[in-house]
């Protein structure tokens, strides 16, 4: 529970009747009572509702202290540019290291060094590795809580970092996880988040984050910025940014942060876990992807596609539109609502090449 002060929505004690309609009103069950109305900072949604119905004008919604403004000079401020690292099977996912790798070449524009987060049980020998691929610090959390990925958790983890290291940009993979968790942390942070950029730049003036993605489905280039909210988040898909060649005797600082008495979300259980066949990874990965587009029609000829996938080595990808005909599953989907790809060769049957599509697969060397 907050203490009234540093989160964006505060109690008026002095005001309040302690009347109980605030808390009646919160979809979120984020308001218990105590003496006066306290809010769950991790599950409050700053909906507003509370306030209006508080007959009081007893609440307030204020800026929050972690969202942090640029220094009045309206230069950046110097807390680096850190990145959320993402483990998977015990191993960095490839979106990690590409990310360090942009960092990195924005570093060179902001002289601001670039740092990763490692959250998870036991992940600090993959710190090593971050430094390598060019983090110059890599902050560690390790807990039991962390060994099943709850969103609220991790979220929390890394909003208490960054409260305390006020980074100026935090670069998200936008994957399955990456995707919730970056707006989750954006919302807590109360700074803003560009989602799928295509495209990170440094302003040569205002030293602004350039949050570059496709808009009006792909017919333009929006440039965004943040400019009065700090961390500038973005994330970006995997497959998008390049690697540096790591460097295994490349220096770096490992600090290693105590939050043993961290405290879970307890409102979700994980019960089981099921591994499917099915590896979206293998689509950041795959040298060939076939894509499979409505015009292939039914499934004994996407069948004969997978056998002729198996031979060159393959992975079968398609089209929105073969998605929805129900010849391609969801997960493997290609396109702006979809994966990004940059394989070798694509080789595209049965797809039109809407915007939509090929937004997608510029990355390709051959298509
Ligand atoms: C907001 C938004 C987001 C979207 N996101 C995505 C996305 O992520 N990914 C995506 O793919 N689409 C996306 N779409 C949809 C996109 O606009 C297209 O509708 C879709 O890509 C079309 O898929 P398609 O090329 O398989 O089908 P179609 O456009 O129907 O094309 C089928 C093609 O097959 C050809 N064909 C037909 N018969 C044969 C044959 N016998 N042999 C060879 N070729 C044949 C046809 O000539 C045609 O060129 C999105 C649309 C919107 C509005
Ligand atoms: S702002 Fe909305 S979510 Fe937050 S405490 Fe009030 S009613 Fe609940
Ligand atoms: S509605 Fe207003 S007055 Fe009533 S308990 Fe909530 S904050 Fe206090």
Redesign the pocket.
Known sequence: MTDNTSFALRVLNDRCTGCGLCADTCAYHAIRFTDYPEIDPYACRLCGSCVQACPAEALQMTEPENSRSVTSSGQPSKGGIWVLAEVENNELASVTKELLGKAVELSTKLHQDVEAVLVGREVVSLAPCLIAYGAKRVHVVENELFASFIEENYARAVVELVGKHNPEILLVGATLRGRGLSARIASLLQTGLTADCTELDIDSETGLLHQIRPAF?GNLMATIVTPDHRPQMASVRPGIMKAIIPDASAEGEIIRHDFSAFEGDNRIRLISEITEAISEESLSNSKIII???????NKETVAQIHRWAERLGAVVA??????E?GLIDARM???????TIAPDLYI??????????TA?ITGAKKS
Not at 291 to 297: D, L, N, P, S
Not at 333 to 339: A, I, L, N, S
Request: proline share 0%; no cysteine; glycine share 28%.
């Open positions: 489905g894509g499979v587009g409505r015009g292939v029609k398609g089209s929105r539109a073969a998605v005909a989907q290609v396109g702006q609502t979809g994966h595209a049957i049965g797809i039109s090449g809407q915007i939509q599509h997608a």
